[in-house]
């Protein structure tokens, strides 16, 4: 049987050197299909071998949607994604990547922009760099503070050399105070910064009197998605396997299912399609699909968009 | 079969109409673009060359429900003329993920019908489904606005090369 297609398959085609620790892989379609689209700053979730799921900037322009290119510094003492990419992943190994998410705003009537990134934190300046040089918007300074020799200086030397780069080498003078940087507030001008959480914490104190959409901040560890504020958590009791099931906040009532390896047929994912129907037996389901008569309702359910209105929902499975 | 029922008379009425094939568009896996092709070859009983659910290569998003009936899919152009007028949302044929956009057919009066699009017979299996996935690829709110015309899955009977510009027409 057919395992359901959750990722885009992409393949290792260049690994290059990006210095201080940093391997940078060229990522293609087996068959160099272009790539779905990304924005300016966007990232990816790249699915690596024993389940791991880790996510990375977007280094190229979002114009070559030939591949997508990320830059990884090897964190010998973190969660082993890194390490893994590169000890173990070689050219020509399958990937699996998740839809581009995220990225900048960059409104038309802002014209300048600042950017402060920490290290390895330059990645989705990059991107962001090589779209605004392409679409002629070119006023923009892009902060690289960082210990020693920068990282990825082969793809830095553009920007050094066409006067957007400024680098702040800590080993050589003190780190520059971040709200010299980005200055005061103006209505013309877009800040952005991405780097270490301490950085990050300096950036939001320096650009508290900027207005909210005028301000950009990317961290290494995305904040968790936001959920509708009246969604609850709740359990699921499953009458006939005999299993309780926690839905979180927000969460599907599908994806709870599947997250314990119940295998509920879906389809639609919108309430439309029928595929997911669940017989209840206990609780107050609040249905949301579109389907169901009032006579069904009574019985079933679907798992894709159902919630429940009380801390506990027995179906029957 | 009745196409529809005149109902004063209950006479059957047969619908009369002649469509042209106005984009025809591919994808070799699951999230891809679709990409514009100026013709397609269409294989009887399997599918379509080069594309994600040509049975036996099995690289769709629904790759993992196999459906005999969904070896190509069509889409009205209309429908994406409705989308900006009813909704103002902005969908182009590459986006809607069906395979062959037509104008004039009207894909929805066809399930269980033969019909003609270029030198190929198709067989209308069942109206396609809205899904959050095409939400998902092209982040526009359109699973609503397209309940009851997502287009139409249809099984290859006789296969052949179909062009943009072809005529679609009733087998009937």
Avoid at chain 1, 24 to 34: E, G, N, T, Y
Avoid at chain 2, 98 to 116: D, E, I, M, S, Y
Wanted: charged share 20%; aromatic share 4%; glycine share 10%.
């Amino acid at each position: 049987m057919t395992l359901p297609i959750t990722t885009v398959k992409t393949i290792v085609d260049r690994i290059e050197d990006g210095g201080a620790g940093i391997k940078v892989f060229r990522l293609v379609d087996p068959d160099r299909w272009q790539l779905p689209p990304f924005r300016p700053g966007a990232h990816i979730d790249l699915h690596l071998p024993g389940g791991m799921v880790r996510t990375y900037s977007l280094c190229n322009d979002p114009a070559d949607n030939a591949r997508y290119v990320v830059a990884v510094k090897r964190e010998a003492a973190g969660r082993g994604g890194s390490v893994l990419l590169h000890d173990a992943i070689d050219v020509g190994d399958t990937i699996g990547v998740s839809l581009p998410r995220g990225g900048l705003d960059l409104p038309d009537d802002v014209t300048r922009f600042a950017f402060v990134a920490g290290g390895i934190g330059v990645t989705p300046f990059l991107s962001v760099a090589a779209w605004l040089k392409r679409v002629g918007r070119p006023k923009f300074t892009l902060h690289l503070i960082a210990r020693g020799a920068p990282p990825l200086a082969h793809l830095l030397v553009p920007l050094l050399r066409s006067g957007h780069l400024v680098v702040h080498d800590t080993a050589a003078a003190a780190r520059p105070h971040i709200a010299a940087l980005v200055g005061r507030p103006l209505s013309d001008v877009g800040l952005g910064c991405c780097g270490p959480e301490s950085m990050i914490g300096d950036f939001e104190q320096a650009t508290r009197d900027w207005p909210a959409s005028r301000v950009h901040i990317e961290r290494f560890v995305p904040p968790p998605l936001p959920v509708d504020p009246d969604a609850r958590p709740y359990t699921l009791a499953l009458a006939r396997s005999k299993l309780e099931i926690p839905v979180a906040a927000g969460q599907t009532m599908l994806s709870a299912l599947l997250g314990v390896g119940i295998d509920i047929p879906a389809s639609c994912c919108g309430g439309i399609c029928g595929s997911c129907k669940v017989d209840w037996l206990e609780g107050a389901p609040i249905h949301r699909d579109r389907v169901l008569s009032p006579t069904e309702r009574a019985r079933s359910l679907m798992v894709c968009v159902a919630e429940s209105a009380e801390d506990r929902l027995v179906l029957d499975l | 079969m009745l196409d529809t029922l005149d109902s004063k008379t209950a006479t059957p009425v047969t619908l009369a109409w002649t469509g042209v094939v106005r984009h025809l568009h591919i994808t070799p896996r699951a999230f891809l673009p679709m990409r514009a092709m100026a013709e397609l070859q269409l294989i009887a009983g399997k599918g379509i060359d080069s594309d994600r659910y040509m049975i036996g290569r099995e690289e769709g998003f629904y790759s993992s429900k196999p459906e005999e009936g969904r070896q190509v899919t069509l889409f009205e152009i209309e429908t994406l003329l409705a989308l900006k007028r009813d909704h103002n949302i902005d969908l182009a044929p590459e986006e809607h993920r069906r395979n062959v956009t037509v104008a004039g057919v009207p894909l929805t009066h066809l399930v269980g019908q033969k019909f003609w699009l270029g030198e190929t017979l198709l067989e209308a299996t069942r109206l396609s489904i809205p899904c959050r996935h095409i939400e998902e690829i092209t982040g526009k709110a359109i699973f609503d606005p397209l309940i009851n015309r997502s287009g139409l899955n249809c099984k290859i009977l006789q296969g052949g090369t179909v062009r943009v510009g072809d005529a679609v027409r009733n087998a009937a």
